[in-house]
C-alpha cells in the first residue's frame, strides 16, 4: 500500500531518477518535474502530500517555487535541497515557511526522516476505535480540485489540536459535512458530535437548545432540559448560521467559551462542560463586525482557524466525480437501472453556475435519475432538471410553429371543435383555418364532446 504521493523537482535528470527510486523503494508513489514550471503544472492536475526540490534551477528556481506553492498551497510541506547551501539561503527559506533545507550531499537517513516527519503531520484521518465512525465524512468529501485539497489538508491539521474551527462557505458548500470530518479525525472522535443551525431558532428557544432550562423557567418549560453543550460533554458542538446568532445570546456563548461553564435558563448554579466548537456562517463575519452585528470578542474566540470552503463553481473538475457519486447513490436507493450520463449532458453540468453548490447538484443528479426512463441520463433530462430554458435556443420557424401549434389547439378547445366559430375568433377564412389543422395535424373531432351532424358536414 502506497505511504502517500511526493513531488520531486530537479533539473538534474540523474538525480532525480535517484531519488525517484528510493522514494518508490520506501513505499511513496511519485511524480516528477524538471522545472519549476513543470512542478506547478503537476500540482494543478495532482496533489501530492509532499514536495522535494532543488535550489538552483534555470527560470524558476527553488526559492520562488517554494513562493509559488506557499500562495496556493499554504499547508504544502516543502523540502529544500541544495549544493549552495548557504545560512542567507537556510534563513530565507524558513521564512517563506520550508519544512526543511538539507545541503547536497545530503545523508539518505536524514533526507528520509525528514519525509517521515512530513508525512506524520499530514498524515490521512486517524484510525478510530470505533467502527462506526470510523471517517466516513473524509470518505463523502470527494475532490480533485487542488483548492478543495488545501482545504481538506488544513482541516487535517487542526483536527488534531482542540483549536476552535470557523468554516466559512456558501449554502450547499458542505460546511457540516467538513465539521463532521474534522470530529472523527480529533481526539474527540469517539464522543458526541451535535449539529444545531442557530438561525432555526426564535432567540429565546435558542438559549434553551444550547443552555438547556429548569422547569418553570418560562411558560411551557414542564421539565428540566439538558442543553446541548451538556448533551456535547467532551466532544463537538458544531454551531451553523453562527452570524444569525443575536447579540445577547452572543455574551452568553462568549461566557461559555472562555469560563469554560453553562448556566441553564433558570438556574442559579454553573455547571462545567467541555466542548469543542465549530462554527459556520454562510455571512462575512468581519463585515458582520463592522456593521456591529457580530462581537469582536466572540469572533476572535470562534475563528482560531478559518477554513474557506470553494463555491462548486470554483471546482469544476470534481463535478464530473461527485455527479457519479450522486448517480450510483440515487440508483440504488431508488432502484433504478440508471448506470452513466452522456458527453452532452456532462457538459450542461460543469458548465452550469451551481448557486446551490453540491446540494443542488445532489437533487439535479436524484431528479434525472428518478426520471430517467433509460440507463444513461440524456442532456435534456439535465437541462430539465436545471431550468436551463436559456439552454432550449430552438430556430425560429420552430419557435413560430410550436407556438401556432398551441394556439390552434386551445382555440379549438374554447369552441369544442367548431371550425366556423374557431376560424371566426382567429380572424382567418375557413379554407386557411382547415389548411392551418392540417399542418399540425388537428382533427376538430377530437375536440368535440358530443359530434353533430353541422360539424361533421363542415370536415
Same mark, same amino acid.
Given at each position: 500500500?502506497?505511504?502517500?504521493?511526493?513531488?520531486?523537482?530537479?533539473?538534474?535528470?540523474?538525480?532525480?531518477?535517484?531519488?525517484?527510486?528510493?522514494?518508490?523503494?520506501?513505499?511513496?508513489?511519485?511524480?516528477?518535474?524538471?522545472?519549476?514550471?513543470?512542478?506547478?503544472?503537476?500540482?494543478?492536475?495532482?496533489?501530492?502530500?509532499?514536495?522535494?526540490?532543488?535550489?538552483?534551477?534555470?527560470?524558476?528556481?527553488?526559492?520562488?517555487?517554494?513562493?509559488?506553492?506557499?500562495?496556493?498551497?499554504?499547508?504544502?510541506?516543502?523540502?529544500?535541497?541544495?549544493?549552495?547551501?548557504?545560512?542567507?539561503?537556510?534563513?530565507?527559506?524558513?521564512?517563506?515557511?520550508?519544512?526543511?533545507?538539507?545541503?547536497?550531499?545530503?545523508?539518505?537517513?536524514?533526507?528520509?526522516?525528514?519525509?517521515?516527519?512530513?508525512?506524520?503531520?499530514?498524515?490521512?484521518?486517524?484510525?478510530?476505535?470505533?467502527?462506526?465512525?470510523?471517517?466516513?465524512?473524509?470518505?463523502?468529501?470527494?475532490?480533485?480540485?487542488?483548492?478543495?485539497?488545501?482545504?481538506?489538508?488544513?482541516?487535517?491539521?487542526?483536527?488534531?489540536?482542540?483549536?476552535?474551527?470557523?468554516?466559512?462557505?456558501?449554502?450547499?458548500?458542505?460546511?457540516?459535512?467538513?465539521?463532521?470530518?474534522?470530529?472523527?479525525?480529533?481526539?474527540?472522535?469517539?464522543?458526541?458530535?451535535?449539529?444545531?443551525?442557530?438561525?432555526?431558532?426564535?432567540?429565546?428557544?435558542?438559549?434553551?437548545?444550547?443552555?438547556?432550562?429548569?422547569?418553570?423557567?418560562?411558560?411551557?418549560?414542564?421539565?428540566?432540559?439538558?442543553?446541548?453543550?451538556?448533551?456535547?460533554?467532551?466532544?463537538?458542538?458544531?454551531?451553523?448560521?453562527?452570524?444569525?446568532?443575536?447579540?445577547?445570546?452572543?455574551?452568553?456563548?462568549?461566557?461559555?467559551?472562555?469560563?469554560?461553564?453553562?448556566?441553564?435558563?433558570?438556574?442559579?448554579?454553573?455547571?462545567?462542560?467541555?466542548?469543542?466548537?465549530?462554527?459556520?456562517?454562510?455571512?462575512?463575519?468581519?463585515?458582520?463586525?463592522?456593521?456591529?452585528?457580530?462581537?469582536?470578542?466572540?469572533?476572535?474566540?470562534?475563528?482560531?482557524?478559518? @477554513?474557506?470552503?470553494? +463555491? *462548486?463553481?470554483? !471546482?469544476?473538475?470534481?463535478?464530473?466525480? =461527485? #455527479?457519479?457519486?450522486?448517480? $450510483?447513490?440515487?440508483?440504488?436507493?431508488?432502484?433504478?437501472?440508471?448506470?452513466?450520463?452522456?458527453?452532452?449532458?456532462?457538459?450542461?453540468?460543469?458548465?452550469?453556475?451551481?448557486?446551490?453548490?453540491?446540494?443542488?447538484?445532489?437533487?439535479?443528479?436524484?431528479?434525472?435519475?428518478?426520471?430517467?426512463?433509460?440507463?444513461?441520463?440524456?442532456?435534456? @433530462?439535465?437541462?430539465? +432538471? *436545471?431550468?436551463? !430554458?436559456?439552454?432550449?435556443?430552438?430556430? =425560429? #420557424?420552430?419557435?413560430?410553429? $410550436?407556438?401556432?401549434?398551441?394556439?390552434?389547439?386551445?382555440?379549438?378547445?374554447?369552441?369544442?371543435?367548431?371550425?366556423?366559430?374557431?376560424?371566426?375568433?382567429?380572424?382567418?377564412?375557413?379554407?386557411?383555418?382547415?389548411?392551418?389543422?392540417?399542418?399540425?395535424?388537428?382533427?376538430?373531432?377530437?375536440?368535440?364532446?358530443?359530434?353533430?351532424?353541422?360539424?361533421?358536414?363542415?370536415?
Amino acid at each position: 500500500m502506497e505511504k502517500g504521493r511526493i513531488l520531486l523537482v530537479d533539473d538534474d535528470a540523474d538525480l532525480l531518477r535517484l531519488l525517484s527510486l528510493r522514494m518508490k523503494t520506501a513505499g511513496y508513489a511519485v511524480s516528477t518535474a524538471a522545472s519549476g514550471n513543470e512542478a506547478l503544472s503537476v500540482l494543478a492536475m495532482e496533489h501530492p502530500s509532499l514536495v522535494i526540490t532543488d535550489l538552483k534551477m534555470d527560470e524558476m528556481d527553488g526559492m520562488a517555487l517554494l513562493d509559488a506553492i506557499r500562495r496556493d498551497y499554504p499547508t504544502l510541506p516543502v523540502i529544500i535541497l541544495t549544493a549552495h547551501g548557504s545560512i542567507p539561503d537556510a534563513l530565507l527559506a524558513a521564512d517563506q515557511g520550508v519544512f526543511a533545507f538539507l545541503t547536497k550531499p545530503f545523508d539518505g537517513k536524514d533526507l528520509m526522516a525528514q519525509v517521515e516527519r512530513a508525512f506524520s503531520l499530514t498524515a490521512a484521518v486517524p484510525p478510530s476505535s470505533d467502527k462506526k465512525g470510523r471517517d466516513s465524512s473524509w470518505d463523502r468529501i470527494l475532490t480533485r480540485s487542488p483548492k478543495m485539497q488545501t482545504v481538506l489538508d488544513q482541516a487535517r491539521l487542526v483536527a488534531a489540536s482542540d483549536a476552535s474551527v470557523f468554516v466559512h462557505g456558501a449554502s450547499g458548500t458542505g460546511k457540516e459535512l467538513l465539521a463532521q470530518a474534522i470530529h472523527q479525525a480529533s481526539p474527540r472522535r469517539n464522543q458526541a458530535f451535535i449539529a444545531l443551525n442557530c438561525a432555526a431558532f426564535p432567540e429565546q428557544l435558542l438559549e434553551s437548545e444550547l443552555f438547556g432550562h429548569k422547569k418553570g423557567a418560562f411558560t411551557g418549560a414542564a421539565n428540566n432540559h439538558q442543553g446541548l453543550f451538556q448533551a456535547a460533554d467532551g466532544g463537538t458542538l458544531f454551531l451553523d448560521e453562527i452570524g444569525d446568532m443575536p447579540l445577547s445570546l452572543q455574551v452568553k456563548l462568549l461566557r461559555a467559551l472562555q469560563e469554560r461553564v453553562i448556566r441553564p435558563v433558570g438556574a442559579t448554579e454553573s455547571i462545567a462542560v467541555d466542548v469543542r466548537i465549530i462554527s459556520a456562517s454562510h455571512r462575512d463575519l468581519e463585515q458582520e463586525m463592522a456593521a456591529r452585528r457580530f462581537r469582536d470578542d466572540l469572533y476572535y474566540r470562534l475563528c482560531v482557524v478559518t @477554513l474557506d470552503l470553494p +463555491a *462548486l463553481a470554483e !471546482r469544476p473538475e470534481d463535478i464530473p466525480l =461527485l #455527479a457519479e457519486f450522486f448517480l $450510483r447513490d440515487t440508483a440504488a436507493k431508488n432502484r433504478k437501472d440508471v448506470r452513466g450520463i452522456a458527453p452532452e449532458a456532462m457538459e450542461l453540468l460543469v458548465g452550469a453556475p451551481w448557486p446551490g453548490n453540491v446540494r443542488q447538484l445532489a437533487n439535479v443528479i436524484e431528479q434525472a435519475v428518478v426520471l430517467s426512463t433509460t440507463p444513461r441520463i440524456g442532456a435534456p @433530462l439535465i437541462r430539465h +432538471a *436545471l431550468r436551463d !430554458r436559456e439552454g432550449e435556443v430552438m430556430p =425560429l #420557424a420552430d419557435a413560430k410553429g $410550436r407556438f401556432e401549434m398551441h394556439y390552434l389547439i386551445q382555440i379549438m378547445r374554447m369552441t369544442r371543435g367548431n371550425v366556423s366559430q374557431a376560424a371566426q375568433l382567429a380572424q382567418r377564412n375557413r379554407t386557411e383555418f382547415y389548411r392551418l389543422l392540417r399542418r399540425y395535424h388537428l382533427d376538430p373531432a377530437a375536440f368535440k364532446e358530443t359530434g353533430s351532424e353541422e360539424d361533421e358536414a363542415e370536415i
